[in-house]
């Protein structure tokens, strides 16, 4: 996650990207993370993902945890609308404790040619606001 003050309005790539072993670490549900800290503002994860076309139905999994309590600053999932040019919320966690693995686990299946880029890319991101 890197930290930011404000959230991002688009979906260009975020100045902090994970080294090619920080991409291995997380690629599989096995309890290894990549720590992310944040003094202030918001701390984000940003992911995208290929599609083969701008018509197939979705479904994002994503699974962390954070050592600042979602009960006392919730994490959202969101995912990129390309037409109306906002982030949209899938999801949030405002009750796990810290330091507690979560799940986000979405199905999309309408208007999904909002979400698809040219090239079939579509972005998400986990945000939670920090102290």
């Known amino acids: 996650m ?11 790539n975020l100045a902090s ?3 090619y072993q920080q991409y291995l670490d997380v690629a599989l549900d096995d309890e290894t ?3 992310q800290c944040s003094t202030g503002g918001y701390t984000i994860q940003q992911f995208k ?13 994503w699974n962390g945890q954070s050592g600042r309590a979602p009960s006392a600053s919730k994490i959202v999932l969101q995912v990129y609308d390309r037409v109306d040019n906002v982030w949209e919320d899938l999801d949030e966690n405002a009750v ?4 507690t693995d979560f799940t986000f686990d979405v199905d999309i299946i309408t208007d999904l040619d909002h979400y698809y880029d040219g090239s079939y890319w579509v972005s998400f991101r986990v945000y939670q606001q920090g102290v």
């Open 96 to 99: 796990a404790g810290a330091n």
């Open 33 to 35: 993370r990549v720590e």
């Open 17 to 19: 990207a994970f080294t």
């Open 49 to 61: 993902v290929q599609g083969t076309d701008n018509n197939s139905f979705m479904n994002v999994v």
């Open 2 to 12: 890197e930290a930011k003050v404000a959230l991002p309005s688009d979906d260009t």
